[in-house]
């Protein structure tokens, strides 16, 4: 019977290898992962981040590092969703792209001669 998969000796020859090559770039390999998305009022939103949050806890991502951005127009559904996942919480006002000047969207870089 042959098998497809990599022997586990080799897979961690591989990850040490992987390892050492992001140190030799100067990677922070004590650096933790930080989630983030947005929600809004869309009930989609509410369906997506209980299937985003049920995969990130699926593989034990602490939900001190998940942060949900919301707007005003963010249903109570929503954040109890949130709220009963214990993720961070960060509200936010909402932008209308279409009826905000583009200064208001991503301010100009003044640039000095």
């Keep these: 019977m042959t098998s497809s ?3 586990l000796k080799s897979a961690k020859i591989a990850m040490l290898a992987s390892l050492r090559f992001a140190q030799k770039l100067g990677y922070d390999l004590n650096m933790k ?3 983030s998305f ?3 009022a869309d009930l989609r939103f509410v369906a997506q981040t209980r299937l985003f949050l049920a995969s990130l806890m699926a593989q034990a991502v602490p939900a001190r ?3 949900a951005h919301v ?3 963010t249903g ?3 954040r109890t969703v949130l709220q009963k996942a214990g993720v961070n ?3 936010h006002p909402r932008v209308d792209a279409a009826a905000a000047s583009p200064s208001a ?3 100009r870089i003044s640039s000095s001669s």
Aim: aromatic share 4%.
């Design 5 to 7: 998969c990599i022997p």
């Design 33 to 35: 992962p930080i989630f």
């Design 38 to 40: 947005v929600i809004d």
């Design 65 to 67: 590092t998940i942060h």
């Design 71 to 73: 707007t005003p127009n």
């Design 76 to 78: 109570k559904a929503a």
């Design 89 to 91: 919480s960060h509200s």
């Design 105 to 107: 969207i991503a301010p």
